[in-house]
């Protein structure tokens, strides 16, 4: 909500008088009402990524359905395999040996998902501290069942998450009073939008039905005949993929909830008979058509470049007097902060309001908090990783659970089915 509150100065910057305040409101009001529904005003933004993401779109979910199908109830339905034989191993298994895992991670995600959200407007400081703490425990156990295991380097890769995840909390413990009631100011004020939240569903709803088809192409590549090579190789395409789909779907609903919320804070409250008619619907059309580009654009590269200024910050407060590493992190940290300005999540209010450019949109959000001030305010608050922290809690439950089971059926395929699934319910939780 900081997002959206932060960024009316920029569009309604006209002088206020002491004497004479209400009148000025009602222009602002009037502004900021023009500048949502003013429907020939927005031109298409980022065309080039929107078309890059529609024809990943088309080529993925074309090959989604052929890798599936090639191992459903029987093996090689599509004469396939004849292109991996004689250089790659064989492996015998169908697409619904596996399809049952990912729906337990679907399952597991969605429930985690809706139970946390709901837990977080009734107990946000509870909930809170469990994301916060719960989850390096959670990554210590799960090291240790890995080395159990004999899975040596995920249970490295998990005993590292959970040192920096210990370490980024230590770092960030004096901020958590602020981040809570920011928390709970979100929540209030979006649950306060019953329109918007029949949007969220409906999104929730597609997304679903994806990652629905998303699934059955990864059963059927961990099914394949494939060696374990080139199933990696192929899963990690297919993740990176889920990761820029689930990303453009969560960041339109961001920038339809970002529109709508700027019109009820800018109108004084969503009983206000000056809001525009039609403003969610108009919202709504600007985020799945002249706005999309910039979504698809920024979908690929902010949640990146935002995690790695998260951990930097982290490391950076703890240097303490090492002057060598404290040089090497502050060139990390500055090459960070400039990918920062062009780059951020605040882009998206501005997208909204306005129709900008996504770069343009970050440029602008960015500059506007470091001439008021509020940039200060926005480094303080760590909403975000807290945030993340739940989803990430969520997506190793959901691969917890397809993991076991997939051991104690295919121990040889854990490790696929284990990572995949572990997204596949952090995309999920993402949505709930």
Excluded at 71 to 91: C, P
Excluded at 188 to 214: D, H, Q, T
Excluded at 245 to 255: I, Q, S
Aim: charged share 15%; net charge positive.
């Amino acid at each position: 909500m900081i997002d959206s509150q932060s960024s009316n100065p920029s569009f309604c910057s006209t002088s206020i008088s002491a004497t004479d305040q209400n009148v000025v409101r009602s222009r602002r009001s009037c502004d900021g009402g023009q500048m949502l529904a003013s429907a020939p005003s927005r031109r298409w933004r980022d065309v080039f990524w929107l078309a890059v993401f529609m024809i990943h779109l088309v080529v993925m979910g074309f090959s989604l359905v052929v890798l599936g199908l090639n191992r459903f109830e029987k093996t090689d339905r599509l004469n396939i395999d004849k292109y991996t034989n004689g250089f790659m191993e064989q492996h015998k298994g169908l697409t619904e040996d596996y399809w049952p895992m990912y729906a337990v991670a679907g399952g597991v995600g969605t429930a985690l998902g809706c139970t946390w959200l709901f837990l977080l407007g009734s107990h946000a400081n509870v909930m809170m501290k469990v994301s916060v703490h719960i989850l390096t425990t959670y990554l210590a156990v799960i090291s240790v069942l890995c080395f159990w295991g004999e899975l040596f380097l995920w249970g490295v890769v998990f005993a590292t998450g959970a040192a920096l995840q210990f370490l980024y909390v230590i770092s960030v413990i004096d901020r958590i009073p602020f981040t809570m009631l920011v928390l709970q100011k979100a929540v209030k004020m979006v649950c306060s939008l019953p329109e918007v939240i029949r949007v969220a569903y409906v999104f929730m709803l597609v997304m679903l039905l994806w990652v629905g088809l998303w699934s059955f192409g990864a059963a059927g590549v961990v099914a394949s005949s494939m060696g374990v090579g080139g199933c990696w190789w192929l899963l990690l395409v297919l993740s990176v993929s889920l990761f820029w789909t689930g990303a453009v779907l969560c960041n339109a609903l961001h920038v339809i909830v970002s529109g709508m919320v700027f019109l009820v804070l800018i109108h004084g409250g969503r009983e206000s008979s000056s809001i525009p008619p039609s403003s969610l619907m108009k919202s709504l059309r600007y985020a799945v058509t002249t706005s999309f580009g910039s979504i698809c654009y920024g979908s690929l590269f902010t949640a990146a470049i935002r995690m790695l200024r998260w951990e930097i910050r982290g490391v950076r407060s703890k240097i303490g007097k090492n002057e060598c590493l404290l040089c090497c992190v502050d060139f990390l940290f500055h090459l960070v902060e400039t990918l920062v300005r062009f780059f951020n999540k605040y882009a998206y209010v501005q997208i909204a309001v306005a129709g900008k450019s996504f770069n343009r949109s970050a440029r602008d959000a960015w500059e506007l908090f470091q001439s008021t001030g509020v940039e200060a305010l926005v480094a303080y608050d760590c909403s975000g990783a807290v945030l993340l922290m739940g989803i990430l809690l969520g997506g190793l439950v959901a691969g917890t659970c397809s993991g076991v089971w997939t051991w104690i059926k295919w121990a040889d395929r854990v490790s696929m089915v284990g990572s995949t699934a572990m997204l596949m319910g952090m995309v999920l939780k993402i949505h709930c």
